[in-house]
């Protein structure tokens, strides 16, 4: 019996801490509609670093800010709207790629805002070209 009440009494606490999380109502979250999500560079040369910038307009009826943008690997820095965006607004993402190594590369920067699930996700890609190799002059 005393098991069966600690057992009740556990499964309570479980149930009241576990109710306490909410997630936003989805009218207080902002809506991000992108021009684009991914961009391919195509062919660039190696060692000349290369911007996109990903334009977005808040579509939703809060004001949309964007808490972090995290590029997936080193070679990529991300930079972005700080200031919150109104509705109607617009605001961007920009992502440099570093070009330092030869071969293709699909890079994402995931975007964190208040938006419905929390991030998105943005592409860019290309190949970057060796750079031809430097001759000596006899």
């Not at 009440?5 to 809506?31: E, R, S």
């Not at 990903?54 to 590029?71: D, E, H, R, S, Y």
């Not at 996700?121 to 190799?133: D, Q, R, S």
Request: charged share 15%; aromatic share 8%; net charge positive.
């Amino acid at each position: 019996m005393k098991k069966l009440m600690f057992i009740a009494v556990l499964a309570f606490i479980a149930n009241v801490g576990f109710g306490q999380t909410t997630t936003p109502p989805k009218q207080d979250l902002a809506v991000i509609e992108w021009a684009a999500s991914a961009h391919d560079f195509g062919k660039i040369p190696q060692g000349k670093p290369v911007t996109y910038e990903f334009k977005f307009t808040n579509k939703g009826k809060t004001p949309l800010v964007i808490t972090n943008a995290q590029p997936s690997c080193g070679c990529t820095t991300p930079s972005w709207t700080r200031e919150p965006v109104m509705p109607g607004g617009e605001g961007h993402v920009k992502a440099t790629f570093n070009a330092s190594a030869a071969g293709p590369f699909d890079k994402t920067v995931t975007v964190s805002a208040n938006i419905e699930g929390g991030i998105v996700m943005l592409h860019i890609k290309g190949e970057v070209e060796a750079a031809p190799p430097v001759t000596k002059p006899n």
